[in-house]
């Protein structure tokens, strides 16, 4: 049931208006002054306050603006036995839902109150919302106690709070999208939009378009203008993923834009302003692509003001468990099945498997035990091929602080960095194609 707030002095005035709201079926609450009403604001959850102007202990156009700072998706409706424009306008201004006069416009009261409800109603839908969305992708759902990823928590949490560029790091599949996420939340840009941009997944004219925008008539297909993310992201965050895969002429417009704030959509000739934080991602080297001239040094050096390395899985064992646990929950839920548990054997091979894809290849082999299990229960049965049979040799390789060791990791990022690509690896290994396959095989790299 909806509640209703009536606040006025005149009691005859009050009781017949409540008696008129109530017979919609409304829950009313009434106070004869401003600190007393503010009270059963404090006590009660209110959806709609109407309130007298003039009040024995304030004036009801100042009180507007103290129920909004404290209540914000309370709606108020201001009731005058005088209407003046200047006190209409002001009331307005300080967040009134309405403002009307006593006796002409009665008949305006039960419309204006199921419209200011409905106000009301989204603006806490929206409250609920947002709070989802912040505590989804806020640090404290980051799951993992390992000190490796306790180190980068807080080093985020530092730069969070900043205006700061930030340059994320490390592996594919390791999670640097949910902490640009979260450094967004935690920071003083979290009311404006996150807009995030794979520069992989375009081609170069594509991605111009989609990062600048562009006018009507630009191209062959440009039908219309177009906002481009960097006029989405002013005043939030601008997150640009596989930033090292960005081709290298728009490498310089994007570093005038971090320079100067300024822009000019493909095909426009008016500059453009946007102001936005900077989040960027890459599992490449810029450091090493700089200096080999595939990434330019003025830009990676505006990037990496403050660089955040995200450790991958096979560095952090500790968080595999929760990690296994919580996407086991997740894809329960998701899969409308009670939630699994799972078997000690199957949680030995999660922690004794070396990883490749991070937390990402971690969540699918989650779901997809979670979808082939029958009994609540998941065992090592269920698990891809590579680990339910990875032999011994795989486990101290992974484990130990061998030759080996560094050799499978340094093949292993290596081809990450070509994509897969095994003749373009064995080149930069300096190693021929068939000593690289002997040693993905012998390595058991996929």
């Keep these: 049931m909806k509640n209703i707030l009536i606040i006025d002095d005149e009691e005859k005035l009050r009781g017949l208006l409540a008696r008129i709201i109530k017979s919609e079926g409304f829950e009313v609450l009434e106070a004869s002054d401003l600190k007393s009403g503010f009270k059963k604001l404090e006590h009660n959850d209110i959806d709609v306050v109407l309130c007298d102007v003039k009040l024995p202990d304030g004036n009801g156009v100042d009180f507007v603006s103290k129920i909004k700072e404290s209540f914000p998706v309370v709606e108020v409706i201001l009731l005058t036995a005088f209407g003046n424009i200047s006190d209409g306008v002001q009331a307005m201004k300080n967040g009134a839902f309405d403002y009307i006069v006593k ?245 030995n091979k999660l922690e004794t498997y070396h990883w490749p894809g991070n937390v990402r290849e971690l969540k699918n082999v989650i779901e997809r035990s979670v979808i082939l299990v029958t009994n609540e229960i998941l065992t090592q049965d269920l698990l891809p091929y590579e680990i339910q049979h990875q032999t011994a040799k795989d486990n101290k390789i992974v484990s130990a602080f061998s030759i080996g060791s560094v050799e499978r990791l340094h093949i292993q990022k290596v081809l990450n960095y070509t994509k897969g690509n095994k003749a373009e690896t064995a080149r930069l290994l300096e190693i021929g194609i068939a000593t690289l396959y002997r040693k993905l095989d012998e390595y058991n790299i996929h």
């Excluded at 807009?195 to 997944?201: E, F, H, P, Q």
């Excluded at 177009?226 to 965050?237: L, V």
């Excluded at 946007?274 to 989040?279: H, M, V």
Aim: proline share 2%.
């Design 103 to 347: 006796g002409d416009d009665n008949d305006r009261i039960l419309p204006l109150l199921y419209k200011a409800l409905e106000k009301s109603e989204l603006q806490r839908k929206v409250v609920i919302l947002e709070k989802r969305i912040s505590d989804k992708f806020s640090f404290q759902t980051i799951v993992g106690k390992s000190k490796a990823l306790q180190q980068v928590i807080e080093l985020a949490k530092k730069v969070a709070v900043t205006d700061s560029t930030v340059l994320l790091t490390g592996e594919t599949g390791t999670g640097k999208e949910v902490f640009a996420q979260a450094i967004h939340e935690n920071s003083n840009r979290v009311v404006k939009s996150f807009v995030a941009l794979n520069c992989s997944t375009f081609s170069k004219e594509i991605l111009e378009s989609e990062l600048f925008g562009h006018k009507q008539g630009a191209f062959t297909g440009a039908l219309k203008d177009k906002k481009g993310f960097i006029e989405e992201a002013h005043g939030g965050t601008l997150f640009l993923d596989e930033i090292g895969e960005m081709p290298i002429d728009l490498q310089a417009k994007l570093l005038r834009v971090l320079e100067t704030n300024e822009y000019i959509p493909v095909g426009g000739t008016t500059v453009k302003k946007s102001n936005f934080r900077l989040i960027a991602a890459t599992n490449r080297d810029l450091k090493a692509e700089s200096e080999a001239h595939r990434f330019r040094s003025d830009l990676y050096f505006r990037l990496n003001i403050f660089e955040i390395k995200i450790p991958p899985l096979r560095e952090r064992l500790k968080d595999i468990a929760p990690l296994a646990q919580s996407f086991a929950i997740q894809f329960s839920a998701k899969t409308n099945k009670k939630t699994v548990q799972i078997d000690a054997d199957f949680l």
